[in-house]
DNA sequence: CTGTTAGCGCCTTCAG
DNA sequence: CTGAAGGCGCTAACAG
């Protein structure tokens, strides 16, 4: 196994100097083009490639933009993932991906982790229960990241504020959530059943802030016995829905926090014999690529994942000079209409 | 905005020298206890962290590992990638995730920044065309990356032989459709339809050769006209479906070639009035996590994508003194029987 | 246009 | 047990 090669072992076999190699290999700086081909020839003889972290130890930042989610299977996460690393791509960057199983002491080991590696940004995403602790941590991050010369930047959660130190890139939660229950309303149902996330999670929380502006703007009483919380996982749903059922709750449509949620309700609604739509009307959150097989398809809401990861890598990239490092952008949802919703039977 | 503390200035507040505040940051070596608490207590009011370039400057290696796909958004890429984090998490590794759209000119090029980056395992996932350039491409990595003290990982996808310097962790593709396969002809079919990825490619090969091996060993013969190869997502299996079906195609059993082709294909034979299982059975392949949400919940042979994930790095990070670096391993695949086949009618 | 010279922040001999 | 000194590979002044 050959050591691999230096600059300086370029600068030798080319015979110019290391500063000369450098100089071609940044490309930006005047060199004669007799002398560029040599140090090419070279390089390419020596199949040399730089030393990204000597590289990196000069200039404050180190073309790395890290994602830190809770989990990376569940198709929420991975399309943010997906954006996230299209644009740090394009922004010729690489891209870090971090899991912190919604657990704190990982979340500090890891932004820890990315201070140590001098990210140029560091991307928190995903829903999050907004208590002073979260707070009082997310503000010990922002000075760290500063410190270290990296962008924090809030996806898919709430913004903390304009002085906040961080960018936020959030989308229509609330906005989506009441287009989602006025969606129902609007085709007659009266009594819905909110089968929403575990309560202080911002994510689950704003949609069912979302379902009770609707209601509220259409005239309706806020029953809380319609409005469950709990696991957001199909099980979660499926378990859920099956006992209200058994308790008898009186409903003629349901408004499932997300998907995963949906996809149970439906299968205890169908084992206890409620046919969707004709006896019960239900929408999703979040537009999971599988909704379109679901059965029958489901009406649910789109969440621009996507695009959420661009644009955070995006703005956290752009020369700092002409970005206040505080930006923040919200961006839409929307209704996709399929098979799940019509009007209630008479 | 504080510049960054270097151990210089950790050194300078505790009134020790910079080899010893370096001393008690790697642990390993004796330092006077009361050192020691001096040093510690100077990290934590300067807020200090190593900077991880000028550390990784030092050894040969940098403690990430990096993973290398075509696409993050699929379930199946999802899941290798989760086993990968995991296991990089517990190795003590950052996981950098990289794609490629299955462009050989940017796969080249992630592999050179993972050679700049000094990476301590590539691994590279999912199926590939197996041709003569992607050979000497993958050659040419292994010479580059064990230049660059990285190890190469060929995941999911076959073995370049035992004396190909490259881990190798796939699995049981093969046997899988053999199963998938049988699964359906003891049911009682006999005119299997099977719809395949792409020609050449290695993960769809190897599904259509395992529902070869089934037919043969079941003494029925192979009818070119019921292999269809095509793109394998949910399009192209609903338009090659749909296709087949108008072609006048006879046959009582579907094997899809992954499950969003089944997801496709199943669309489109209910818009054509079969019913599934009683007119047409249909088995996938993946076990995608919506598979259960499908109408019906689908019959499919389960990937074992986590364990892919986890078993490369876990050999890839494994002291190198033991590890030849060639390790290849199989991991197992089995049908998961849900409510898609039934005997055909009679 | 090109070469020389300092460091960047850390680790690692080698002496105390 | 602790300190001083050299160097990892590269870039950025500063001279020629």
């Known amino acids: ?93 690489l891209c870090l991906v971090c899991t912190t199983h919604a657990d704190p002491d990982r979340e500090l080991d890891v932004v820890r982790l990315m201070r140590e590696q001098r990210a140029d940004a560091v991307i928190l995403a995903g829903g999050v229960v907004e208590n002073d602790d979260y707070r009082a941590r997310m503000r010990q991050y922002a000075q760290g990241l500063e410190d270290a010369g990296s962008r924090l930047v809030l996806c898919a959660r709430p913004s903390l504020g304009p ?61 809380p016995a319609l409005i469950s919380h709990g696991p957001w996982d199909r099980e979660g749903g499926y378990l859920r829905m099956r006992a209200l059922i058994a308790a008898g709750a009186r409903f003629t449509a349901v408004f499932a926090g997300n998907d995963g949620v949906a996809s149970g309700a439906m299968a205890a609604l169908r084992e206890a014999g409620r046919r969707i739509p004709e006896d019960v009307s239900i929408v999703g959150y979040d537009d999971v690529p599988s909704a379109v097989d679901f059965n029958p398809p489901l009406t649910t809401v789109r969440v621009p994942q996507e695009e959420l990861g661009r644009t955070a890598v995006k703005l956290a990239t752009q020369r700092s000079g002409e970005a206040s490092g505080r930006e923040h952008v919200m961006l839409g949802t929307h209704v996709v209409v399929r098979g799940s919703v019509r009007a209630p039977a008479p």
């Open 1 to 93: 196994m050959n050591k691999r090669p230096s600059i300086k072992d370029v600068a030798a076999r080319a015979g110019v100097s290391m500063a000369t190699v450098s100089r071609v290999l940044s490309g930006d700086y005047p060199v004669a083009d007799e002398t560029r081909q040599r140090v090419q020839r070279a390089v390419r003889e020596l199949d040399y490639v730089v030393n990204a972290h000597a590289r990196a130890l000069h200039g404050a930042t180190s073309k790395v933009v890290a994602l830190v989610v809770a989990e990376v299977t569940t198709p929420f996460f991975a399309r943010i993932a997906a954006g996230v690393e299209q644009q740090a791509t394009e922004a010729n960057r």
């Open 163 to 223: 002085d906040f130190p961080a960018i936020t890139v959030e989308y229509e939660n609330v906005g989506g959530a009441h287009a989602a229950t006025t969606h129902l309303l609007t085709a007659g149902h009266r009594d819905i059943l909110m089968i929403a996330g575990p309560a202080g999670l911002t994510t689950s929380d704003q949609r069912v802030e979302g379902y009770r502006t609707a209601l509220t703007a259409y005239g309706r009483p806020i029953d």
